[in-house]
């Protein structure tokens, strides 16, 4: 028999659609870029305060979002993709987020979930001190089943806890393995959704100016099916199928040397560090944005290999040149940005 072709497809949402579509265009082999994905639901951000829907009237797009990339059950299975795929002989799924740069299709890992017979395989990895608010897989202590649990769904009493990675020792890369056949099964028999529990996030309506009213956005997280469907599984994977860029925290170590691209084009972790990354902390007043993080590296990413812990505090801008060792700590006070001159800073604090 002649081997089925690879499917590649994406969800996007409404904010996303048009810029994904630039972005796949250069690559005509791949297919049309409106064949290549499908658009995710979009439900209304609700007013803190009021508990009603939060209207933007100058940018009317602010007052919704998307429910979270769980929403990829219910859109798969209505877009009609999920049939699609399935006509076409499409039985298995590797299944991740774009913003984890470490996610590649594994055979080894696809012939060992097509003889486990699961429906759904999570890949997890160990809990460094860098995922301590990442969710982490768990069991119900009542039923024995696997279950994920985010900190949006931790009460602030138990986040100590929730962070204590040698209690909770693995967390989700969100890296997934689904069975279609038995995925649409499911969803067949709940109307076309999976009964995942629901994440409350408050969030500012516009997340650019926090003078805008706090909203809440509830969305769904697609690992947290673990708990939903019937005969899932976890498995352990190496450190360098995660490679994450959900933080400007992320992003500033993913620039650095403390990553490297291998000769197949994979992101990963540099030998020396071990499989563990460095462990940054950036003042999100001044760095929550990509933007932001921009104008502190206007020419060159200081060098982490050898950095166990980055702090920054205060507006600051790197000089290219700059080597940070150990564990090192930047306090600015002032308004203005100040410039970190070139040089090795070791196990140090430096106030600016």
Known sequence: THAKPLRFLLMSSF?????TAVALSPYADLGDTESLQFI???????????LAPAIC??????????????DLYPSLFGSGHLDQLLEAGVRYAFVSNSDNLGATLDLDLLHYFAESDKSFVMEVTRRTAADRKGGHLATDKETGHFLLRESAQCADEDMDAFQDIDRHRFFNTNNLWLRLDLIKETLDSHGGLLPLP??????HLNPRDK?????????????????????????EV????????????DLFALRSDAYVVTDDYRLELHADRQGVPPNIFLDGAHYKLVDQLDRCLPDEVPSLLGCDLLEINGPVE?????ILRGQVKFENANADRATIAPGTYE?????L
């Open 57 to 70: 009237e100058k940018q009317p797009d602010l007052g919704w979002c998307p429910p979270g990339h769980g």
């Open 198 to 203: 629901i994440i409350k996030n408050v969030k």
């Open 211 to 235: 003078a805008t009213p706090e909203v809440v956005q509830l969305e769904v997280a697609m690992g947290a099916a673990i708990s939903t469907l019937a005969n899932t599984g976890a498995i």
């Open 347 to 351: 196990d140090t604090t430096v106030i």
């Open 15 to 19: 904010a996303t659609r048009d810029d």
């Open 40 to 50: 995710q639901s979009r439900i209304p951000k609700i007013d803190a305060a009021t």
């Open 238 to 249: 190496n450190r360098s199928r995660f490679a994450p860029v959900k933080t400007t925290e």
């Open 318 to 322: 790197f000089a290219s040149g700059v």
